[in-house]
């Protein structure tokens, strides 16, 4: 699909003041932007630093605003001194998110050309999947009134590849980490060496005792030859008798895994069940991972 935006410039002269107005918006993204005495030469969405048209996210993903050769800054001794806030704000009108100013640390301005401004959002708690929010980043110039400004509307969604039998376990958010890339992995490509965790959020449904609570947690991953490349009967083990803190298992818990890819064919089936040694309840996520 051609990308689509339509910008409006608008130059006036008032008591011998000259200003300028700008607003652009892409109505692939539906990313707006809107200047006033600053202006920019690009605006666009990113994750891993990659161009994006999409306004989709997995949770826990990261994805950038991105502003493009930034100008019209006052600049003090051939520095610029710009603010930053970003606001995330649900369908409700509540604030999730808010950074009041991204660049405070920077007292002594920027020198930098061309002038390259980002604003970064993690979709991960308090932002829930299942759920749509605005993102709107406002840059100012702390030298003199001009004002440039970013929203667009973003939806977020959980893998849609974990595929979950759960039986008197609930939970908030299931997903894949990657360790060495600090980053969810939204498509199930697992790199060699990689260390990999499974991590869910707001576990509820293990039966306490006094504030503790008794998981066991089992991986079991076998080859598309059928080879069982992992194979844990339960990480939990050494917490049998002891159990572990209900608050910090809800909070979030997690397992992780290595692989040496070497002669892995693929795909994996990967299978992670966690279960209450003082009841019946358990929980089975099941998916497909790609060694790379």
């Known amino acids: 699909m051609k990308n689509i935006s339509v910008a409006i410039i608008i130059l006036a002269s008032l008591a011998g003041c000259n200003f300028s107005k700008s607003v652009e918006k892409d ?35 990261k994805f950038k605003m991105n502003f493009d050769n930034i100008s019209g800054f006052k600049k003090e001794n051939s520095n610029v001194f710009p603010g930053m806030q970003i606001a995330v704000i649900s369908r409700d009108g509540d604030t999730v998110l808010q950074s009041n100013d991204l660049y405070s640390e ?35 110039d702390k030298k003199e009134k001009g004002t440039f400004t970013g929203e667009v509307d973003f939806k977020v969604v959980s893998n849609r590849h974990l595929i979950v039998d759960a039986n008197k ?11 060495e890339r600090g980053a969810v992995i939204p498509d199930n490509r697992i790199k060699s060496n990689e260390n990999t965790y499974v991590i869910f959020e707001g576990i509820s449904g293990l039966k306490e005792e006094n504030g503790i609570v008794f998981p066991g947690l089992s991986l079991i ?37 290595i692989l040496n890819v070497g002669e892995i064919k693929n795909p ?13 309840a358990r929980i089975t996520i099941k998916t497909e991972l790609f060694a790379e």
């Open 221 to 257: 991953a076998r080859d598309n030859e059928n080879n069982v490349i992992i194979n844990y009967n339960d990480l939990f083990f050494d917490y049998s008798e002891n159990g572990l803190s209900a608050t910090d298992v809800q909070a979030r818990l997690s397992a992780n895994f």
């Open 169 to 179: 376990i609930s939970y908030n958010e299931v997903y894949l980490f990657s360790k």
């Open 27 to 61: 109505f692939i993204t539906g990313l707006l932007t809107k200047g006033d005495g600053l202006s920019c030469d690009n605006v666009y969405l990113s994750v891993n630093d990659e161009k994006t048209k999409e306004t989709t996210f997995i949770y826990g993903q």
């Open 106 to 140: 920077y007292t002594d301005g920027l020198n930098l050309s061309p002038l390259l401004l980002s604003a970064t959002v993690t979709a991960a708690s308090p932002i829930t999947s299942g759920s749509e929010y605005t993102l709107f980043v406002t840059i100012w």
């Open 268 to 280: 994996l089936s990967f299978e992670l069940t966690i279960w209450d040694k003082k009841s019946d």
